[in-house]
């Protein structure tokens, strides 16, 4: 233990013969004197070292941990990542290239997953594709099968109204699903029309033709299992451009599509135009662009459809070439 400074001035002079110290004793006295400074200059600097509780030196020692930590070490935090408030340094970035692998935002890799994977995770929207729904079947009078997607009548009624959510803002229009009661009777119905707020998530309220399939009108409310389908059997789609339209403004729909239809993007200039889409399943191009241009047509497994010579011509189906891959 290194004496303090107090205790290394008086302990050479506590000797019995004050005033006879001998002369050879000087030398010990500068040892022990030149001993405690150096104890004193050691506690000194021990004291304001790195970590010594300095404001100062706590800072350095915060940022010297980070430092470490960035170039030889894993994020502190157990999912890999930076917490949200911090954005990493471009050091931290260059040590740690994995982080963006882990990161939530990250994509799959072409190589690690077929194209139409990642492509029908993000634009299935609710109705994912492979996936059986739970929920129950009722039905309604379907007149002659118009309804809220606008597709016009019917002239098959295997058809159906899709609950609000499920819905989805007209993404649910056109979409072929098997229902199938707990009796194992099934039907595939086409979703034109939606469900109001009296249909619960995961309801589909039948034509009366349809709900028949299943079981006796009758019953009225049904349990069933659902999920969406790929029909071989459908032939071309065809588009209609809404009423009113103009080359300065239009609006554009797609029937017959064996699949969803996820996106409808227009010629604009080098590049593509996606249209927002409205509940009445209409794509709208508020300032006419790209009205009577090419169209690029998406379906919710990522296939895209490239139709050309459609004029604007409201109201009137456009038949074309071309149809979605079965799935």
Not at 27 to 35: D, F, N
Not at 223 to 251: I, M, Q
Not at 309 to 320: C, H, L, M, R, S
Request: charged share 15%.
């Amino acid at each position: 233990m290194i004496p303090s400074p107090n205790q290394a001035r008086t302990s050479p002079v506590a000797s019995p013969t004050p005033h006879r110290r001998p002369r050879g004793r000087r030398p010990a006295l500068v040892s022990v004197v030149a001993v405690a400074a150096a104890a004193l200059v050691v506690a000194l600097v021990v004291a304001f070292r790195p970590g010594g509780g300095g404001a100062t030196a706590a800072g350095h020692t915060s940022a010297t941990a980070v430092a470490g930590v960035e170039q030889a070490s894993p994020s502190p935090t157990p999912s890999g990542r930076r917490p949200a408030s911090a954005s990493p340094s471009p050091t931290a970035r260059s040590a740690t290239p994995s982080a963006r692998a882990t990161g939530a935002s990250a994509r799959p890799e072409p190589t690690r997953a077929p194209r139409a994977v990642p492509a029908a995770a993000s634009l299935a929207g609710r109705i994912v594709p492979g996936t059986t729904r739970q929920g129950v079947a009722t039905h309604y009078d379907a007149a002659d099968g118009d309804g809220a997607c606008l597709f016009g009548p019917s002239a098959d009624m295997m058809i159906a109204a899709m609950n609000t959510a499920d819905y989805e803002t007209s993404k649910a229009c056109g979409a072929y699903v098997r229902v199938r009661a707990a009796s194992g009777a099934s039907v595939t119905v086409r979703i034109v029309n939606e469900c109001p707020g009296d249909c619960a998530v995961g309801q589909l309220d039948l034509s009366v033709q349809a709900f028949a399939k299943l079981a006796a009108p009758s019953a009225g409310r049904i349990a069933v299992s659902w999920e969406l389908v790929s029909p071989a059997g459908a032939g071309t789609l065809s588009v209609r451009y809404k009423t009113g339209s103009s080359r300065y403004w239009c609006g554009l729909q797609v029937l017959g599509h064996r699949n969803p239809v996820a996106r409808l993007e227009v010629r604009a200039g080098s590049g593509w135009l996606a249209l927002p889409r409205t509940s009445y399943n209409y794509f709208l191009s508020e300032k006419g662009s790209g009205c009577g241009g090419s169209l690029r047509i998406t379906d919710i497994y990522g296939e895209r459809l490239t139709v050309d010579g459609i004029a604007v011509k409201p109201n009137v189906v456009q038949p074309t070439r071309v149809q979605f891959a079965a799935h």
